[in-house]
């Protein structure tokens, strides 16, 4: 079974879905001596498997397959519909089509996504958004496949312990895309990488890995001195060049570093971390659907944003660090860091 003692480098690359996770950036990470992760959340299992052949024809290291826990979903009253979608239609874009309110089934069904992974029994499965359905946890166990899930709180960290989870992500508010709090409902603790990543390394008894805002070497030690296993980064390998990053997303990652980063409900209907443009300040007070439906919605937006090479109109999740982030290959950002833990090492040991 995994164990994080077996990577050369504490770290994983964040598992990041809508197509930036290809077969080429996970391998090179899991050649590299990290664990290369899939964003699995949308996929067919017909992908899901590709993909995962794909990744083990180029690589023998770990290799993590993640997905989203949805939660059961309701289309809101016909007012509310249409006033998210109007706010859609009043935005300044020509040329998107197919604007409608989509109908059930609203998302992916598990059971159905995880198929392939009995098969392909990657080292790794992990979760967001809450845990998964009764038995799975127990299915990858059996089969030598470890499970990880990540939290925002303690309280979250804990129902991952006792539900026997392998090791639990402590994600925190500086982290790019999707914040995975479990219950909409529940007040946000709001807290940082490393006040979180303390807190459930004193608390929990499983390995935390800290995600949120880790750029360089230096990150991820800080990371390891607060009692983590292990770094997910995410952002830091948006512009490596086997990531599926867009174009005009890579752009403006690189060369409009003045832009705040923002919370939004706006393209999916759920809190995601992403650059400021002109879709996130024009929808700040619109009506949106709920999680995933509004995703959903907003998809020929976005993917029309995506081939005119529209970044105003697109979601560019990233982190708040997000202005350190390197445009190299995979390889070297590995050896770059592997470098720069090392000098963090020998500078702390005096
Ligand atoms: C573009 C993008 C997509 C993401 N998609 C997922 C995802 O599919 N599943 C998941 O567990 N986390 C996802 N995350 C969150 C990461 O797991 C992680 O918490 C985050 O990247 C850490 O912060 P950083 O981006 O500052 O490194 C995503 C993050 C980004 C930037």
New binding site residues.
Partial sequence: MFNFSQLALPLIQ?????G?TTPQLVAAVANQGGVGSF?F?YSTPEKIHADLLAAQSLTSGPINA?F?VFSPVCLPSDQIQKNAMQALRSLDVDGVQSLTIPAEPFYPNLMEQLEPIWNARPAIL???FGLPPEGVIEKAHALGIAVGI?ATSLAEALAIETAHADFI?A?GI?????R?QFDLQAKDEVLSTLALTAQLAQHCHAPIVA?????NGADIHAALANGAQAA?????F?CCDESGTPSSYRHYLLHKQDRPTTLTKAFSGRLARGLENTFTRTMQTQVTLPFPIQNTLTGPLRQWASTQNNAEYQSL??????AQIRSMTTQDLMQQLRNEIEAQHQKSNG
Avoid: D, K, R
């Fill in positions: 964040a598992p990041m879905a809508g930036i964003g959340a993640n989203f992990s979760f967001h990540s992500v994600q500086e982290a790019g895309g999707h995975g995600a949120g805002g880790i750029m997910q980064m995410g952002t830091a948006l999740w990233a982190g708040t660090a997000y």
